[in-house]
């Protein structure tokens, strides 16, 4: 039997928890700052940042880049590299502004992860219909 939740939450009060108060905020900041790009319409420059342009005017692209940001920094603290995001996190100061903010999050993805990250179709609903739409067809 499988006990699915609707917007659970746990997970990242538990990845906030890990990484500390210091660093949760710069998270949460950072986090803010995507979601000020996205509402000002301004998103689409943000994927084309993280080299994410397959997520550019898709019909579930801004959804998908924000479940690959939020992951993307929960895996870094997750799989034990706690120190390597908050460090990076830290690299840049509070009063930075928004952009630098997230430019400095892409490049901590792209030291971790390589710059490959952000394209897959682990990311991005259309590729994975149309995947599993080819699959199916080759059956």
Do not use: W
């Amino acid at each position: 039997m499988v006990n699915a939740v609707y917007n659970y939450k746990d997970f990242d009060t538990v990845i906030k928890t890990a990484v500390g108060s210091t660093c949760s905020k710069k998270i949460n900041d950072i986090i803010l700052s995507i979601d000020s790009y996205f509402s000002f319409g301004q998103g689409n420059s943000i994927k084309q940042l993280f080299n994410a342009t397959n997520l550019v005017s898709t019909k579930m692209g801004d959804a998908d880049f924000m479940y690959m940001v939020a992951d993307g920094i929960a895996m870094i603290d997750q799989y034990g590299e706690k120190k390597e995001l908050c460090d990076g996190l830290n690299k840049v100061p509070d009063s930075a502004s928004d952009y630098d903010k997230i430019e400095n999050l892409n490049t901590i993805f792209n030291n971790h992860y390589g710059a490959e990250f952000t394209q897959g179709c682990f990311y991005d609903s259309e590729c994975l219909k149309n995947a599993a739409t080819a699959d199916l067809s080759s059956r």
